[in-house]
T-cell receptor, first 113, second 115 residues
């Protein structure tokens, strides 16, 4: 019954490693997002995809690469992890772009040591 | 660029009381949408309420209501009869109606309901 799911929920890794976070939604939405929430709880969008097409690409280091194999999935791959990448990453989805309600996943807490 | 400001980093209130969280925003758009999201300790982001700028009537969802003042660019959230489960971070968010626009969040207000 989970609407937007993310795996893993917790990820602890060392600097320099490469890791991926997976997101899946079963709501039939065509738009998906990645957000980053820093230690001060500030939420900021990283990417958005609509029908597998990249729409929003904020000023994110190119070590971060999103991939959308289909409308129900949006994965985030991070290369050469740095200490500053430690944060909670949220996936979200919506019906279309713009002002539609976004449904969030449970978040993935990434800790880089 | 749009900005969203939440001037109250933390608030606390006794259970069953009413509390109002403030939010102001800056935009040159005439039409847009505003949201309040709740993030309890479980970390899950939950939509509380949604307001369309062209609607003059304030949105209401059960114990949650907003006071939308378009001219003042203010969008406050009122929680009536507060409950322990209302303890959470509350985020105000803004988005223009255009397709490639992004949802901009405020810095959040940490609300604690005291038993």
């Amino acid at each position: 019954d989970t609407a937007v799911s993310q795996t893993p929920k917790y990820l602890v890794t060392q600097m320099g490693n490469d890791k991926s976070i997976k997101c899946e939604q079963n709501l039939g939405h065509d738009t998906m997002y990645w957000y980053k929430q820093d230690s001060k709880k500030f939420l900021k969008i990283m990417f958005s995809y609509n029908n597998k097409e990249l729409i929003i690409n904020e000023t994110v280091p190119n070590r971060f690469s999103p991939k959308s194999p289909d409308k129900a999935h949006l994965n985030l791959h991070i290369n050469s992890l740095e200490l500053g990448d430690s944060a909670v990453y949220f996936c979200a989805s919506s019906f279309g772009l713009g002002a539609y309600e976004q449904y969030f996943g449970p978040g993935t807490r990434l800790t880089v040591t | 660029a749009q900005t969203v400001t939440q001037s109250q980093p933390e608030m606390s209130v006794q259970e069953a009381e009413t509390v109002t969280l403030s939010c102001t925003y800056d935009t040159s758009e005439s039409n847009y949408y505003l949201f309040w999201y709740k993030q309890p300790p479980s970390r899950q982001m939950i939509l509380v309420i949604r307001q369309e700028a062209y609607k003059q009537q304030n949105a209401t969802e059960n114990r949650f209501s907003v006071n939308f003042q378009k001219a003042a660019k203010s969008f406050s959230l009122k929680i009536s009869d507060s409950q322990l489960g209302d303890t959470a971070m509350y985020f105000c968010a803004f988005i223009p109606p255009f397709g490639n626009e992004k949802l901009t969040f405020g810095t959040g207000t940490r609300l604690t309901i005291i038993p």
